[in-house]
Nanobody, 114 residues
Framework: QVQLVESGGGLVQPGESLTLTCVAS????????MGWFRQMPGAQRELVAR???????AYIESVTGRFTISRDNTKNTMTLQIASLIPENTAIYYC????????WGQGTKVTVPS
C-alpha cells in the first residue's frame, strides 16, 4: 500500500527556517521522480520543487534560492528546507511523485503570520 506521510509544518515566524519531511513506502521510491507541492489558501495545488531519481533538483522561480529539496533513497525519505520564511509561504505542503499517479498524503501545514 502506497503511503506518503508529510511532517514538519507548524507556525513559524517570518525569517525563520523550516524543514519538511516526507516518508514514502509501498512503491519503488529510489526509481521515482519526486516533488513537493503546495496549496496556498484559495489556490490550486502546484509543484514547487522536484528531484529526479538521479538526485537532480529543480524549482519554480519564486522559491529558487530559499527552498532546497533533497532525498535519501536508503531511508525512502525526502525533505524540503525552507529558509527565510515569508507570509506567502503559508500553505499546505504535500509530497508526491512528479507524474502524479500516487495518492496524496495528508500534507503538512505551514503558517507564517504577517
Amino acid at each position: 500500500q502506497v503511503q506518503l506521510v508529510e511532517s514538519g509544518g507548524g507556525l513559524v515566524q517570518p525569517g525563520e527556517s523550516l524543514t519538511l519531511t516526507c516518508v514514502a513506502s509501498g512503491f519503488d521510491f529510489r526509481h521515482t521522480n519526486m516533488g513537493w507541492f503546495r496549496q496556498m489558501p484559495g489556490a490550486q495545488r502546484e509543484l514547487v520543487a522536484r528531484i529526479t531519481q538521479a538526485d537532480n533538483p529543480a524549482y519554480i522561480e519564486s522559491v529558487t534560492g530559499r527552498f532546497t529539496i533533497s532525498r535519501d533513497n536508503t531511508k525512502n525519505t525526502m525533505t524540503l528546507q525552507i529558509a527565510s520564511l515569508i507570509p506567502e509561504n503559508t500553505a499546505i505542503y504535500y509530497c508526491k511523485n512528479v507524474r502524479g499517479t500516487l495518492n496524496w498524503g495528508q500534507g503538512t501545514k505551514v503558517t507564517v503570520p504577517s
